[in-house]
């Protein structure tokens, strides 16, 4: 009975740093991120980015994006990585029409592993768009976790980039809603 008693402490002890650690100013980050160059212009771009309902059909990463495009809104998302797939439910945090999409989310408990995800789109002197993925984690759990996703993050989303470039790169400036 006394080893359970001490077992509890010593988890609770450790759940307990685990969460101020995670909380701190001093917890691990991690960012990810690509960028790519998009030969259209950015309406196009966002009409596919934010055609959720599509993805299935062009993307290699994000193969299921339920949901709205609207601040507030939960999405149901299904990652394809290279040896298995995950599911995952951010909000959206920010919608700024052909600029910058971005939803989070915290896994468990806010300070273990939350995570931001962004879209931004940037217009380029000669009428192309810059692309740019970007993921930032944080929390206790960091530097395992990350050890298991970042290599393949940052593949999924050259998978996505290119898959995305090509899309809207073949779609006509009709099919873009004013």
Avoid at 37 to 51: E, G, R
Avoid at 68 to 90: A, F, K
Wanted: aromatic content about 10%; overall charge negative; proline content about 6%.
């Amino acid at each position: 009975m006394k080893f359970i008693k001490y077992l509890l402490v010593t988890v609770l002890v450790v759940v307990g740093l685990m969460l101020v650690y995670g909380l701190s100013p001093l917890r691990p980050v991690r960012d990810v991120f690509t960028v790519t160059t998009i030969d259209a212009p950015k309406q196009q771009v966002w009409q596919a980015l934010t055609n959720f309902d599509a993805y299935h059909s062009w993307n290699p990463f994000y193969t299921l994006v339920a949901g709205r495009c609207l601040v507030g809104e939960h999405l149901h998302i299904v990652v394809q990585m290279e040896d298995r797939s995950l599911t995952y439910s951010p909000v959206i945090e920010k919608v700024e029409p052909q600029s910058e999409l971005a939803w989070s989310e915290e896994w468990v408990l806010p300070g273990l592993f939350d995570g931001q995800h962004r879209f931004m789109l940037e217009s380029t002197d000669s009428g192309q768009t810059r692309f740019v993925q970007h993921d930032r984690f944080s929390g206790t759990l960091v530097p395992l976790l990350m050890g298991l996703y970042e290599g393949q993050a940052e593949a999924g989303f050259r998978r996505m980039n290119d898959a995305l470039k090509k899309r809207a790169e073949q779609s006509s400036p009709l099919d873009v809603p004013l």
